[in-house]
Structure formats: structure tokens, C-alpha cells
């Protein structure tokens, strides 16, 4: 999963994701700011407040030359698509757990969170929304 940033120079260079309102950053320079970008990105999308929040896919391909790509943490990624799919689908953390065959919604939320699930959760996930996709975590 990547996501855009939009570089501008001057004594303090800074950068903001196309895609994601608010999500900007700077660095003392080009290298800091790299380093800063994927902190930033990665701390935008992790699960707000509210688990109902659903973020913007990423551009396809940016069409212009100069963006920046980011790629999200795949921890970050998995959590955010789980996210995106199970509120699509109209389901509660307690149902989704309860689909997943979770013994607490606690242990479903944690997959809301920085996750790195086990091969058998992701079979789970993958048969309650087939839309789910390793690729898009991946970079793929």
C-alpha cells in the first residue's frame, strides 16, 4: 500500500500526502523528511478514535512525476484494510470477532491495531471478506 507525498523545499523542506487531509510532516532535510514521511503516514492511518473512521485508498499511480510514494507499514496496512473491509460490510468489531471465531472482541481489536497476524488468521480474514488482499499489504 502506498500512499503520495508532495515535497516543497525552502529553509525547512516539508511534505504532505495527496491523499490523506492533514498528513504532512518536515524534516532539517531531504533525508529526515523521508524518514519522517513514513512515521507520519504510518501514525495517520493507525485506528483513530473512532473505529468507524475509513481513510482514502491510495492513487493508483500518482500521474504527477514529482509525488513522493510512501509505503505503509504492512502491519499498519493489514489493520487498515480489516478495518475498511469490515465496515464496508456493515459489521461490528464484536461481530467480526464473533465471525472470526474470536473468543473476545478484544482479541479482534487487536487486529485493528499493528498486527502481525498468524497464517491462520489470515485465512479466517480472507474467508469472511474475500475481498481482502495480501497484495495491496505488500505492496504488490
Known amino acids: 500500500m502506498t500512499y503520495h ?20 510532516t518536515q524534516g532539517r532535510n531531504r533525508l529526515e523528511l523521508k524518514r519522517n514521511m513514513k512515521e507520519a503516514l504510518d501514525l495517520y492511518l493507525e485506528e483513530p478514535d473512532a473505529s468507524t473512521v475509513v481513510f482514502p485508498q491510495p ?3 500518482a500521474a504527477d512525476r514529482k509525488l513522493v510514494p510512501v509505503e505503509v507499514d504492512p502491519a499498519v496496512a493489514f489493520a487498515l484494510q ?14 467480526a470477532a464473533k465471525r472470526l471465531g474470536m473468543k ?21 480474514v480472507k474467508g469472511l471478506f474475500p475481498g481482502f488482499s495480501l497484495d495491496l499489504i505488500l505492496g504488490g
Not at 464496508?88 to 464484536?94: C, H
Open 104 to 124: 473476545s472482541v478484544f482479541s479482534y481489536q487487536r487486529l485493528e491495531k499493528r498486527s502481525n497476524p498468524s497464517l491462520a488468521t489470515l485465512r479466517k
Open 5 to 24: 507525498f508532495r515535497i516543497y523545499d525552502g529553509a525547512i523542506p516539508w511534505a504532505e500526502c495527496v491523499e490523506l487531509k492533514g498528513c504532512s
Open 59 to 61: 492513487l493508483a499511480k
Open 82 to 95: 480489516l478495518r475498511q473491509l469490515r465496515i464496508a460490510n456493515r459489521l461490528t468489531q464484536k461481530e
